[in-house]
């Protein structure tokens, strides 16, 4: 049973739309929920979140969590072309791979020009 | 700062040969170093939990025997492929958690991965 789902698992937009990317998970001991933009090789780390609705922010990038709910989610303004990723949301969580990260299988985003 | 680096990039061997790869924190300590394998169009699974200086945790499914994790001091970890078969052909993917580093708790920074091709 996963604990990390992420929907939808791919998107196809225009260059210029706003996405929405989701994240829920399902976790006893939650501690935190990262979002990572991976391109061809490793992933890079975007947010990190521990708390409840407060929004973390980097240029067009935002995310918020909903600790109640179990579930964040990534926006992402004025899309570009680099936007174009696969977007990972992962949890940590005591008990979860000894302080590893359990990661959702992606949302695979492509931007069209 | 927080740079991670992986060696080798790539490699293809024989199956029943052994592969080592090798992860390094370059300018931090990472008493913590993760392995995470990556199978085409799926996400990340953590193999295992290195710890400096004392046996890694596996996660259940991986076989401790095959894949042998060593993280001889504060900056290199290695994974060792053990008679490796077709199968084992993947994206491993290391990432190390910084000690005394100021930034989130708990974040990992990852290596850009080995390719491992068993022929």
């Known amino acids: 049973e996963d604990k990390v789902v992420q929907s939808p698992l791919s998107l196809v937009v225009h260059e210029g739309d706003t996405v929405t990317l989701n994240c829920s998970y399902e976790v006893t001991n939650f501690r935190s929920l990262l979002w990572y933009k991976q391109e061809k090789k490793a992933p890079t780390f975007l947010f990190m979140l521990t708390s409840s609705g407060i929004e973390k922010k980097s240029g067009r990038l935002s995310s918020i969590l909903d600790k109640k709910e179990l579930f964040s989610i990534l926006n992402i303004t004025a899309t570009q072309t680099g936007d174009s990723a696969i977007y990972l949301c992962?949890?940590?969580?005591?008990?979860?791979?000894?302080?590893?990260?359990?990661f959702g299988k992606g949302t695979h985003l492509i931007i069209q020009p | 700062g927080a740079v991670v680096s992986q060696h080798p990039s790539r490699v293809i061997c024989k199956s029943g040969t052994s592969v080592k790869i090798e992860c390094r924190s370059l300018d931090f300590q990472a008493t913590t170093m993760f392995w995470y394998r990556q199978f085409p169009k799926q996400s990340l699974m953590l193999m295992a939990t290195s710890n400096e200086g004392s046996k890694a945790t596996y996660e259940q499914g991986v076989e401790k025997d095959k894949f042998l994790i060593n993280h001889a001091s504060l900056t290199l970890s290695t994974l060792t492929v053990t008679s490796a078969h077709p199968e084992d052909s993947s994206f491993y993917i290391c990432?190390?958690?910084?000690?005394?580093?100021?930034?989130?708790?708990?974040?990992?920074?990852f290596g850009p991965g080995t390719r491992l091709t068993v022929l």
């Open positions: 992962a949890v940590n969580y005591s008990g979860g791979g000894a302080d590893g990260l359990t």
């Open positions: 990432s190390a958690r910084a000690t005394g580093f100021a930034g989130p708790y708990n974040e990992q920074f």
